[in-house]
């Protein structure tokens, strides 16, 4: 599995799955949105922690420059 993103894009990704953690537990969403949103937050955890997203590679998309 070869990196396709920056720090700063899973840093962002890391920021916004911690805003939809805090959206849910303030109950500013709820029920389906929230179930959604949860999905997308653990995604967006996953893909910024390891530096790869999978959209990424099947679109041809790299945030992070070659070292």
Same mark, same amino acid.
């Given at each position: 599995?070869?990196?396709?993103? =920056?720090?700063?894009?899973? +840093? &962002?990704?890391?920021?916004? $799955?911690?805003?939809?953690? *805090?959206? /849910?537990?303030?109950?500013?969403? =709820?029920?389906?949105?929230? +179930? &959604?949103?949860?999905?997308? $937050?653990?995604?967006?955890? *996953?893909? /910024?922690?390891?530096?790869?997203?999978?959209?990424?590679?099947?679109?041809?998309?790299?945030?992070?420059?070659?070292?």
């Amino acid at each position: 599995m070869v990196k396709n993103m =920056s720090k700063t894009d899973g +840093i &962002v990704r890391v920021i916004l $799955a911690v805003l939809i953690a *805090a959206l /849910g537990y303030l109950e500013v969403i =709820s029920g389906v949105r929230l +179930i &959604v949103s949860a999905a997308v $937050a653990l995604i967006f955890l *996953a893909t /910024g922690f390891i530096n790869f997203c999978p959209l990424y590679m099947a679109l041809g998309i790299k945030t992070r420059k070659k070292s």
